[in-house]
């Protein structure tokens, strides 16, 4: 069920239940894209500054960071709002970001940027508050070229930011583990994939430790009546653990972990129109 992706630039989120494997993987694909001549933007919606770690900051310069989301004067310059106010008629929806990237994100890499976004807290989730309409409109409307792609972590759950950011999205890529909890997020991630017609969706199945646990997925996916997408099996890896959290160099070491990512990666390049200059 491929469809073509005609959003402008290339946009991928990850979204599955907690602990399994998001900023792993997109801390992974980041360096791959790298790799391959793509600029990337890794953008962080989580509060506790994982992808930073998992990209190799280290955690003197990561504890530093400031997120978009509780830069005052910024929300307040962008969106005419101050943080933490209610919403009042005169909040900008659709504020212009165009400058987010070289004014706050912090270069890693000579294509590599990390753009912490911080989060929303999940009680004004769907509000319209004025970090929220920030975070959406960063999202949404950073104008990517070719050879430009945001890969964006967020936290557990499937509802991060409300529906409305994803909704531009060219790729979600549903992470889950064997075990039928994760499995119950990865089907309501997958359901609103589908909702909001998301052109390409992929299921990475990650912690795999045996042919059991592929088919206890296989089985739960053929029973949730849903029209399963693309299937990626990353086993467990030990490797990874020792690693961690700066995991990059997992990806000069070969195995079957590194191997599956590299699948992943080179499947869902064949999705990206535009090649990197
Ligand atoms: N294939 C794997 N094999 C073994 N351990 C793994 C594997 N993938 C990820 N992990 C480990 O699982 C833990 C959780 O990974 P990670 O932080 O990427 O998950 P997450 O989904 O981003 O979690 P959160 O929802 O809390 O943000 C980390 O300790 C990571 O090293
Ligand atoms: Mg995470």
Redesign the pocket.
Known sequence: MKKKTTERGFRLAVA?K????????IALLAELFTRSGYRVLAADE?PQL?LALSLGVPLEEAEKIVPLSQNKSYVEEKTGAQPGSAWGGLLRLNPDVSDVVHRFALQLKPNLYLLTMGSVDQAATGCLCPENSLLKAVMRFIVLKPGEVILV?T??GPEHFGRGVLKGFSLLLV?TEPSSTALQVAKKSITLGLELDIPNLKLVV??VRDKEDQNRVKAFMEGSGLDIPATYF????HD??VL?PA?GSILSKGGK?TNAVQKLFSDIKMLIPEKPL
């Open positions: 599955g907690g602990g399994v494997g998001k900023t792993t993987l989580d994982n972590d936290q557990a992470v990650n912690k990353l086993p467990y890896s990874l653990l961690e995991v972990f």
